[in-house]
């Protein structure tokens, strides 16, 4: 039933790390939860669920915790159902992890012909000798980036982050959304091995769609859970880009480069957990404190809240991938082996590796504005309203887990070598080359690429040099009494408030012309009058409104498709009913002609003589003669 490796182990760590310091965090969040008996109970079936996923041995114990898993976190959604949109973003998460759910089901179904029992290692003597292996790559695709979060099955992320209690969000984003990311190394080196040069081109041009597609939409939003929702999207992009380079390194037999790139992607794995659950927990603990996701209503909160100020600017920095974090590492190590490519010559490659390589430089430059703007809006400049004006620091469970998770971020940035070693422990236990002598040819001082001309960071030496200038000029201040005048900010003559500050919707501007586009926007203006004169305003207001383009075009023109489709069936029913019969006839044909094609041999002749007597049957029966 379960069965620990060394990639059971590396995501059992992963799951301990994102969850001690939680467990902290939500026991002092759970005076300020009302139904809290709901809360713990689900709150620790999930964690549980995510480590039987993780140490599953067989298809059906792994679909039992993934559905237990599933269950549980769309119940800790539904903590609080008296809140605006929690019903609607639980109902749509539902929706969404059980689409992935029927295709995982389809998966092993095929993958262990019937027999849920059967071991990963078993699957693959069977997968061996199926037919279409592309099938089945897609099934588990579907069903496990639909879990993740990647384009264009992300649209439930922004909907249910924001909804359930912080302590979840940080699990659901930091934890959750990497079960789904074991999942892919799992059966894609355990049963789906060895892959085509096509899967890793796909997995790499989801990954830069979704980093794209995840920072765009984060710098358009103004809830502060949102945001970091789309940021969710974004990285498990980044991560995308590393898995989908080592897919192709290894398809084109250039095991060193391939053992680089997945490296690089289980270190972002690491660094994604961290910081995002770090975020989430600082989130959570200004809405705590002021009693609103609206970035807009929050302002000068540094100075009442410290520590949460100061372990959301580590988080921030970290995502933003600023040198020395142990988020620019990871992220330096997905540009080198894409860099890493230059000498390959397949044309579409020469297409799918640019547009990454943009789409990742792209992603970093926006990640750094959309985190000036939540930094500063949030805790810079004047309190915004009057519950920013008092809000104060939170209690010391939910400070300790903050710091707690800030250690496990720096330990990621200062210890990179040792979790490196044991990455590379791991990928050479699934069977591919290590690489730990060549990152670290001269100590642990540097970090080398492995790419013929790769680049050289060190980190360590970077970070000593940053804390030595700050030291210097500190000292320097000091030893010189430069004296200090506080003076009212100047603002063109005008009197600095809280409506002269830069707002997030206008800090944003800029960037969201430029994507228009995109974004599309639904602009709002509300203005207020004195006496009817246009001329003399009271107040105004300025709402910008972006409905997601994927949510827009993609699943509401399915749901209108659909609803047409079962309209038409619902009178073809209940009003011609020779015909539906003979619908029902055409639809068994077409399964029974579909399962010989998949389960026996193909043959064209067949399949030309099948499709002529479907063709024949559905213009005799269903069409019939012209009126």
């Not at 192709?248 to 957990?273: E, K, Q, R």
């Not at 990640?367 to 949030?378: P, R, S």
């Amino acid at each position: 039933m379960f069965h620990l490796d060394a990639l059971s182990l590396i995501f059992l760590f992963l799951i301990l790390l994102g969850v001690i310091p939680n467990l902290f965090y939500s026991q002092g969040y759970l005076p300020h939860i009302e139904r809290k008996a709901h809360y713990l109970v689900h709150y620790f079936a999930f964690i549980l669920s995510m480590l039987g996923v993780v140490t599953a041995a067989n298809a059906m114990v792994f679909l039992f915790f993934w559905e237990v898993m599933s269950l549980t976190s769309w119940q800790l959604i539904l903590t609080e159902p008296k809140e605006k949109g929690t019903i609607e973003a639980a109902r749509f998460y539902f929706f969404m992890t059980h689409f992935g759910f029927v295709f995982l089901l389809l998966f092993f179904l095929i993958a262990t012909r019937g027999d849920l029992q059967m071991s990963f290692e078993q699957m693959h003597g069977v997968v061996a000798h199926f037919a279409y292996p592309t099938l089945l790559f897609f099934f588990l695709a579907l069903g496990l980036l639909s879990k993740a979060g990647a384009v264009p099955l992300h649209v439930w992320l922004p909907y249910a982050h924001p909804a359930a209690p912080s302590p979840v969000s940080a699990l659901m984003s930091g934890v959750m959304l990497k079960v789904a990311i074991y999942g892919m190394f799992r059966f894609l080196f355990d049963v789906l091995y060895p892959w085509p040069l096509e899967w890793g081109v796909l997995i790499l041009v989801i990954g830069a769609l979704s980093s794209l597609v995840g920072v765009l939409y984060a710098l358009s939003e103004h809830d502060i859970k949102a945001l970091l929702a789309n940021h969710s999207i974004e990285n498990i992009g980044i991560i995308l880009i590393g898995f989908g380079m080592g897919m192709i390194f290894d398809s084109l037999g250039l095991g060193v480069l391939s053992s680089f790139a997945f490296l690089a992607a289980f270190f972002h794995t690491f660094n994604h957990m961290s910081f995002k659950s770090l975020l989430f927990m600082g989130a959570g603990s200004v809405l705590h404190e002021t009693h609103t996701k609206n970035i807009e209503k929050y302002g000068g909160l540094a100075k009442a809240m410290p520590i949460t100020a100061l372990t959301f600017l580590l988080a921030s920095i970290s995502i933003s991938a600023l040198p020395p974090t142990n988020g620019f590492l990871s992220e330096w190590m997905i540009f080198q082996s894409l860099l890493g490519s230059s000498q390959i010559a397949d044309m579409s490659l020469k297409l799918a590796i640019p547009f990454a390589i943009f789409a990742l430089a792209l992603t970093g430059g926006l990640a750094i504005a959309c985190f000036v703007k939540a930094y500063g809006i949030t805790f810079l400049g004047l309190h915004r309203s009057a519950n920013a004006k008092h809000a104060r620091e939170v209690n010391a469970l939910m400070r300790f887990g903050m710091l707690a998770m800030a250690g496990v971020v720096l330990s990621l940035m200062l210890f990179a070598p040792w979790y490196l070693r044991l990455f590379d422990q791991t990928m050479v236990a699934l069977g591919h080359a290590g690489v730990y002598a060549k990152l670290f040819p001269e100590g642990v001082w540097s970090l080398h690429s492995v790419a013929v001309h790769g680049g050289v960071v060190s980190p360590l030496l970077l970070l000593g040099a940053l804390l030595g200038v700050t030291a210097l000029i500190y000292y320097a201040s000091q030893a010189l009494d430069i004296k200090t005048r506080l003076h009212r900010t100047w603002a063109c003559g005008y009197r600095t408030g809280p409506r002269t500050q830069y707002s997030a919707t206008g800090f944003a501007g800029p960037i969201r012309r430029f994507f228009d586009w995109l974004y599309r926007p639904e602009e709002h203006l509300h203005k207020e009058t004195l006496a009817g004169h246009r001329t003399k305003f009271k107040s105004s207001g300025y709402e910008v409104h972006v409905k997601p383009l994927f949510e827009r075009s993609l699943y509401e023109g399915s749901v209108k498709t659909v609803n047409w489709v079962s309209y038409w069936v619902y009178r073809l029913a209940h009003f011609e009913q020779t015909r539906y019969a003979a619908m029902i006839f055409n639809l068994m044909l077409l399964v029974l002609f579909s399962y010989r094609i998949f389960a026996h041999q193909f043959s064209w002749a067949t399949f030309a003589l099948e499709s002529v007597v479907m063709l024949i049957s559905f213009k005799v029966l269903i069409i019939g003669e012209k009126r």
